[in-house]
C-alpha cells in the first residue's frame, strides 16, 4: 500500500511539473528565435551596433572568411568595417532555424542562410552565400546571449559537388 502512494505521489508529481516545464521551454524557443530575428533585422539595416547587440560582452564570433573577433566591441567593429564595403546593402535569410536547448541556460541554434545582394570588386552582382552558422547562447540575467557563432560556407569533398539544403 506505502509503495502505491509512493507511485501514486510521483506520478501526480510529474504530471503537475511537466506543463511548466514544457512552458518554459516553449518561452525559450521563443525568446531565442526572437534574438536570430533581431540578427536578421539589423543585418538589413546594416546595423553593426544592433548585430553585436545580441552578443554577450565577453561573446565571440568567427566569420565564414576565418577573421575572429572577442568580445561586444570587436564583433561590432568587424560588423561595421563589412556592412560599410561588400555587406553593405546585403539581405540576410535564414532559410532553416533548429534550436536546441541544453539546458535552463544554454542552447545551440543551427541557421542555413542566403545572403543576397553582395557586390564584387568590380561592382558586378556575385551569387547568393548559402552557409551555415552554428550560434551558442547562454541564458544571463533572464535574456539569452550569443556566446559563440560560427558561420562556415560548405565546400564539397573532392571530385564530388556538395549540395546545400
Do not use: C
Request: charged content about 25%.
Amino acid at each position: 500500500m506505502k509503495i502505491r502512494r509512493i507511485a501514486l505521489s510521483a506520478a501526480l508529481a510529474i504530471l503537475t511539473v511537466t506543463p511548466f516545464v514544457r512552458a518554459d521551454q516553449a518561452a525559450d524557443e521563443k525568446a531565442l528565435k526572437a534574438r536570430a530575428d533581431e540578427f536578421v533585422a539589423a543585418w538589413d539595416k546594416d546595423d553593426a551596433k544592433g548585430l553585436a547587440a545580441i552578443f554577450a560582452p565577453d561573446g565571440d564570433l568567427i566569420n565564414p572568411f576565418g577573421r575572429v573577433v572577442r568580445g561586444r566591441a570587436e564583433v561590432e567593429k568587424l560588423f561595421a568595417e563589412e556592412h560599410a564595403t561588400f555587406s553593405k546593402g546585403t539581405h540576410y535569410e535564414i532559410r532553416s532555424l533548429q534550436t536546441r536547448l541544453l539546458g535552463a541556460d544554454a542552447a545551440v541554434q543551427d541557421w542555413d542562410v542566403d545572403l543576397t545582394g553582395m557586390k564584387g570588386p568590380d561592382g558586378g552582382a556575385m551569387p547568393p552565400l548559402k552557409h551555415h552558422v552554428t550560434v551558442v547562447y547562454a541564458k544571463k540575467g533572464g535574456q539569452w546571449w550569443a556566446v559563440a557563432a560560427r558561420p562556415a560556407v560548405p565546400v564539397p569533398p573532392p571530385g564530388a559537388p556538395m549540395p546545400m539544403k
